[in-house]
C-alpha cells in the first residue's frame, strides 16, 4: 500500500498563506474524512496532497518520495483525485469520460476504453456498474443533471484503481440515498482492495460515521485528528464549527451523532453524554 504524508507543509494562493506548517500522515488502508468549516483549508490540503498545488514550504510524499519530483503519469498510477468542480470536454460521453480514468495505466492517450485493453474494459465496467451509470453510458455528459454527473465522475476516478484515492465533496448535488450509496461505495472499495482514501466532506455527521480516522481543520491547521469517537466531542464542534451541539452514539453505527442546538436551543440543559458503542 502507499503512503502519503506531508512534512512542514505551507500552502499559498499567490501571496496569500492558506496551509503553514502542516505535518500528518493519511493512514495506509483506512478512509479518513477531513472536515472543517468553509474556508479552514480542507479543500487546499487535498490540492496540495494531489500535487496540484506546489508547496511554498515543506513537502508531501509519496511513499517515501518528494510528491514534485515524480513523473506526473507515475503519480496517477498510485493517486486519484476527484475534485470538487470537475469540468469535462464538451460533447463527450459518459462512457468515454469515464474510461479516461485509465489513461495512467496506458501507453498512449487513447480516447474511451472501447480503444483499451480487456483491463481497461473491466475497470471501466465495473466503475460504472458501481456507480449506477451503464444506462448513462452513450449520453453526453453535459446533458446530465447535476446528481448523475456526479456519479460519473466518481466512476471514473474508480476507474483509475489507484491504491490511494482523493475526494473533494464527492456527495455533491447527491440526494441522501445518492450520497449514502456514493459513501457505501467507498467504503466497500476500501475494505474489498485496501485502498487508501481521504474525503473532504462537509456533513460532519456523515463524517463520523464513515470514517476510520478524521482530520479536523481551523484556519488552516490540524485541530484535531484520530478516531471519531475520540476527536468528535461538544467542545471540538465549538471550536472548529462555532456551533453549540450535542453529541450522542448514532443508534445505527455508534458512532459520534451531533445534534445542533443552533441560537434558541444552546441553553438547553446539559446531560452526560452517553457512552459511545465500542
Not at 505535518?23 to 472536515?35: A, C, K, L, N, Y
Not at 484515492?165 to 476500501?190: A, F, G, K, M
Not at 460532519?204 to 468528535?232: F, S
Request: aromatic letters at 4%; one cysteine or more; hydrophobic letters at 40%.
Amino acid at each position: 500500500m502507499a503512503t502519503l504524508q506531508t512534512s512542514g507543509l505551507t500552502l499559498k494562493y499567490d501571496h496569500r498563506t492558506v496551509i503553514e506548517g502542516l505535518s500528518t500522515e493519511i493512514p495506509e488502508g483506512r478512509v479518513t474524512m477531513i472536515v472543517g468549516a468553509n474556508a479552514c483549508g480542507k479543500s487546499t490540503l487535498l490540492r496540495g496532497l494531489a500535487r496540484l498545488l506546489k508547496p511554498a514550504a515543506g513537502a508531501v510524499t509519496l511513499d517515501g518520495r518528494d510528491i514534485h519530483r515524480r513523473r506526473a503519469r507515475e503519480v496517477a498510477r498510485t493517486l486519484g483525485l476527484l475534485p470538487q468542480h470537475p469540468t469535462a470536454p464538451a460533447g463527450i460521453t459518459v462512457r468515454d469520460l469515464v474510461g479516461r480514468g485509465r489513461y495512467p495505466h496506458q501507453g498512449f492517450f487513447r480516447s474511451g476504453a472501447t480503444a483499451g485493453s480487456v483491463d481497461d474494459e473491466r475497470a471501466v465496467q465495473q466503475a460504472m456498474a458501481a456507480t449506477e451509470t451503464l444506462e448513462l453510458a452513450g449520453r453526453n455528459v453535459d446533458e446530465l443533471s447535476g446528481g448523475q454527473r456526479q456519479r460519473v465522475w466518481i466512476a471514473m476516478a474508480l476507474a483509475q484503481e489507484t491504491e490511494v484515492l482523493l475526494l473533494d465533496e464527492p456527495t455533491t448535488y447527491l440526494d441522501l440515498t445518492h450520497q449514502l450509496e456514493v459513501l457505501d461505495l467507498i467504503t466497500d472499495l476500501n475494505r474489498r482492495r485496501g485502498t487508501t482514501v481521504a474525503i473532504v466532506l462537509h456533513d460532519l455527521n456523515l463524517a463520523a460515521r464513515y470514517a476510520d480516522h478524521i482530520i479536523a481543520m481551523k484556519d488552516g491547521r490540524i485541530v484535531a485528528e484520530g478516531a471519531a469517537r475520540a476527536v468528535v466531542t461538544e467542545e471540538l464542534v465549538r471550536e472548529v464549527f462555532g456551533l453549540a451541539s450535542r453529541v450522542l452514539p448514532d443508534p445505527v453505527s455508534g458512532a459520534p451523532l451531533i445534534i445542533p442546538l443552533g441560537r434558541h436551543h444552546a441553553s438547553f440543559p446539559h446531560t452526560t453524554t452517553p457512552e459511545l458503542v465500542p
